[in-house]
Structures are given as C-alpha cells and as structure tokens.
C-alpha cells in the first residue's frame, strides 16, 4: 500500500509537469543544493544580478525564486498548484534581493532577450529541515530539463545531497556540478574518484571546482576562471538554436520514466483488483450462508407457534359457514335495502383488514434477523477486514453508515411487510372481480377469503409455509364442496400463500443484501474503477508515441 499511494501521488503530481512543459516553450535550469554551498550566490552570479539573498545566515532561500522573461507567463496552469505565483516587475534586477517567500514562487521578471527561452530557478536546500523546502526542491526538480548540482568542498560528500546527485546522475538528467568553496588542493580528479567509488562516472568537462572566496560576493564569483568557464559552456549548451533539439531529448527522457511508473501503477491496480473480486467472491459466500440461516431460524424459532395458531385461526375462520348461510343472506339484504333507498350503506371497509395487518406486522417478532445480520458482520470483519488499521479498506468497514442499525432493520422490515400487504391487497381484488356466482359461492364469502390472506400473510410471516398447506388440507378439505369452484377456492389459497412465502422471504433476504451491497460498495470506492484504468491506459499510449 505504501508503495501503491507512493506511486500514485508521484504519477499525479509528474503528469502535470510533463503536460505543463509540453504546452510551455521554456528551458528550466534549476539549482539544487545543500545548505550553505553558496548555491544563491552561483544562483545570481550566473543571471548576472543580485537576485537571490545569499549570506552567511543560513538557510537564505525561503522559496524559490525564478529568473525568467518577463514575456513568458508563468500562470494558473503551473502544475504546483500548492505555490502562489509572486511577479516582481524589475527593470533593474541588479538592484533586487529576494530570499523568496514561503508558499510562493516568486518570479523575477527580465528583458534580456538572450534568456527569453530559458528559466533559471533557485531552490531552497536539499537538507533543509523544513519538510515543505525539500519538497519544492523534489518538485523542481522534476520540471527541470537542466540540473546545476552545488555543492562546498566540506559537504559534496554528505549523505543527503551525495544521495540526490546520484539520483540526478541514474535518471539521466542534463547536469552541471559545482563544487564551491574548493581548497587549492582539490582537484577534479579527487572529486571524480570519489564518486567512481560510488558508481558514478562523472565527466570532467561538467565538473567545475569554484575556489573559495573571502568576502565572496557576485562580482568576484564571476571573475573566477572556473566559473567564467562553467558559465560559457552552460550558455553555450543551453542556446536558443539548440532548445527544440533539448526539449524533445527531455520530452522523451520525462516520457520513458513516466511511462514506466504507469506500467508498476498499472501492474499494482490489476492485482488490487484481482484481490477486490477475491474479496468480494469470499463475501458472496458468507451471504450465501447467511441467507440460509435466516430461513432456518425464522422456521426454527417459529414451527410450533405457527402450526398452534394457523390450526385455531382456520377453524374459527370456517366456523362461521353453515348450511344457513344463503337463507341468512336474503334475510340481510332484506333488512338493508331500505337503507340503501335511503342513499345508507352496509358496504365494508377495509380498517378491519388494515387492523388485522397491524396487529400481524406488531407481533412479528424480528430477533432471528437480527441475530443472522450480527453474525454476518462479524463474520466480515474477522475474515474480510485488513490488519492495516490505516488503510483505507479497515477504515471502510468501520464507517458508522457501513452497518444496518436496528431502526433501519426494522424501518426496512415494515416497508417490506406494507409491500406484501400491498400486493395481497390487490391479488384478492383481482380475484373477486367479475367473478362467476358459482365461483363466488365456492370461495364462500369474501369476509373468508379475506381471513384466509390474513392468516396465510401472517404464518408466511412467521416462517410456516409448510405447515399453512398441511392445515389447509386437513382443515379445509372438510368444508370444500367436490366441485371445481370448491378446488379453485383451495387451490388458490394454496397458490398465494405459496408466493406470499416467496415474496416474504426474497423480502427479508434483501435487508441481508442491502447489509452485504454496503460492503461491496466499500470495498469498491478503495478500488480503481474500469473508467480510470481506461484512461490512464490511454495515456500510457500516448507517451509510447512520444518515447
């Protein structure tokens, strides 16, 4: 993980530079040092201005500061968004000193149009104990296409610097080193021992030793011999005529090591993702299990209640039927048909049926479900959570919105419960209308149709489908006439008691879903998605046509 979000940020932060560099015509020549080799006094030496504060008091630089034409824009599409551009308009940059500003670029405008294609930047130290300066210093040198490595006699060798140049030396970026403050008795030859022993050919010709000076200032830095030298070949190497040719060997170069960390993301995200369909396979399986052992606690729990229940509840339901039921019909439809002259109704609602459904939702006792949910998500976290307290999957399954509470339980189980009523509603409507006489006087009447979904709805509720079919056949099967709208009438009671147990236990399996498409989503949002794999491909592509 580390390595993965190393990559990620550098590949981030090293796109911009490279998109940024393409769309601008500029040179970056930029000084890297550490702290008190002297590099802002090479810095103005090199401008030919004193831009830079340089001194004894150290660290001098507090930001980096740019020398650039004052026709180029160095504007909103800089790629290190965390710096604030600061333009200093100085017609006479001899007579400006800047120590840079912290948070800021600070940009340093110039006429002279032998410099026009080129930025020359200094950078606060290497070693700087201030974690921000050393990390411009590493962004700044990543917009380089030049690099002028400065290091004092005493400190050249030092690990942090000596470390950075080997860096330098092993990417293959344009350098020039200056090796200030230098004793008579140190030759470039020393100097080129030393690093062959680090496994660092240097080349002589890019290696310049600067004597030290007493009271060194500007004036007298650029009157050395050995800096007068380096100062030729530096402009020399960096002129206009040869800045297309430069720029596409450094296209090229930022190209190939850019490339080949997209390919190391790109192996790491195919392998993330290989471990997210692993993950989520082995997720699958723990809902598979627990699904089942829903059902099985619901019919565990449940059995011998249900089966007390629906056999006392039938019974009083067909209780009601007797041969006088005809004769008892005409005798109330007599008695009310004055009172539908009138314009006065006996036509029943349904509140007895709501009523009923309530009463069956109140009783439903949702201890089974619960215990199944908090079974599954120990499971998860014992077999799915990383070790890594810190990485982002750990930190996924703890969100507080990760786990169902048990208000959202129960707030799900009464919309599924509502849904099924719903249904059951309409599936009874639908089987009363228009139906024949002799289908009507089959089913007996719709007050016992309707206590039947009741019944059915609430054994359904209470896990005992099988049983529910039992009863039927041995309660029912009595006060079922031979004929075929007899059968219809248990037929269909047996049918919707059936889908009702279906609808009802898809119900309570998708509370269990709900709980385990959480996770999935979780573990999906640390995930890289097919879209920026695509894009980060076609990128990749891009750069292979460059290389």
């Known amino acids: ?48 201005a004193d831009i830079s504060e340089s001194g004894v008091e ?37 007579k400006t000193r800047n120590s840079g500003i912290s948070g800021h670029i600070s940009i340093i405008e110039h006429k002279r149009t032998d410099l026009e294609h080129l930025a020359i930047v200094d950078t606060p130290d290497l070693d700087s104990l201030e974690i921000g300066n050393r990390e411009i210093a590493e962004v700044f040198y990543l917009l380089a296409d030049i690099i002028i490595f400065v290091a004092s ?10 470390q950075f140049f080997q860096r330098v030396y092993h990417e293959g970026k344009p350098y020039f080193f200056l090796i200030n403050k230098a004793s008579p008795e140190l030759t470039r030859d020393e100097v080129v021992r030393f690093f062959r022993e680090q496994k660092l050919d240097l080349t002589t010709d890019h ?82 299990t627990n699904s089942h052992e829903i059902t099985t606690k619901l019919e565990q729990h449940y059995k011998k209640t249900s089966q007390d229940h629906l056999q006392r509840e039938i019974k009083k339901i067909f209780a009601k039927y007797d041969i006088l039921r005809k004769p008892r019909g005409y005798v109330i439809r007599i008695i009310t048909a004055p009172l539908k002259l009138l314009g006065i109704t006996t036509e ?105 979904m009741i019944i059915s709805f609430e054994i359904v509720l209470l896990g005992g489908i099988g049983i529910l079919e039992a009863a039927l056949d041995t309660i029912l099967a009595p006060f079922v006439t031979k004929g ?41 949002s640390t995930s890289t998605s097919p879209e920026t794999i695509e894009m980060i491909r076609s990128f990749r592509h891009e750069l292979g046509d460059i290389i």
């Not at 998860?380 to 339980?409: A, F, H, W």
Request: with cysteine; proline share 5%.
């Open 1 to 48: 993980m580390p390595e993965f979000d190393r990559l990620k940020k550098s590949i981030k932060r090293e796109c911009s530079i490279f998109l940024y560099k393409r769309a601008t015509p500029l040179l970056w020549a930029v000084f890297l040092g550490g702290t008190g080799t002297g590099k802002s006094l090479c810095f103005n030496a090199l401008c030919g």
């Open 58 to 94: 150290r660290p001098k630089t507090q930001g980096p500061i740019a020398y650039l034409h004052e026709t180029k824009l160095v504007n909103e599409t800089f790629p290190l968004t965390d710096l604030e551009i600061h333009r200093i308009e100085s017609p006479s940059p001899d």
């Open 153 to 162: 006699q005493e400190k050249y060798a030092d690990a942090v610097p000596s």
């Open 207 to 288: 290696l310049y030793p600067i004597p030290y000076l007493k009271n060194a200032s500007r004036e007298r830095i650029t009157e050395d011999s050995e800096f007068t030298k380096f100062k030729r070949v530096f402009f020399d190497f960096c002129r206009s005529d040869r800045f297309m040719p430069m720029r596409r060997d450094s296209e090229r170069h930022e190209a190939r090591a850019l490339s080949r960390k997209i390919d190391s993301l790109l192996d790491q995200v195919s392998c993330e993702n290989d471990a997210v369909e692993e993950w989520l396979g082995i997720l699958a399986k723990l809902y598979t």
């Open 348 to 452: 029943k609602t349904s509140r007895d049926h709501a009523k009923e459904l309530h009463k069956v939702r109140r009783n439903i006792d949702i201890t089974p479900i619960l215990l199944v949910l908090e079974q599954f998500n120990q499971q998860v976290l014992e077999q799915l959570s990383p070790e890594d307290e810190t990485s982002p999957l750990y930190l996924e399954l703890r969100k507080p919105d990760s786990v169902m509470s048990e208000k959202e339980i129960r707030i799900r189980i009464e919309e599924e419960q509502d849904k099924l009523a719903h249904w059951l509603e309409e599936t009874f409507a639908d089987m009363t209308r228009g139906l024949s006489k002799t289908k009507e006087w089959g089913i007996y009447t719709t007050a016992i149709l309707w206590g039947l």
């Open 484 to 524: 075929s709208a007899g059968l219809f009438a248990s037929r269909e009671i047996k049918k919707i008691a059936r889908e009702l147990d279906q609808r009802y236990r898809a119900g309570l399996l998708s509370i269990l879903k709900e709980q385990k498409d959480r996770y999935s989503r979780g573990a999906l």
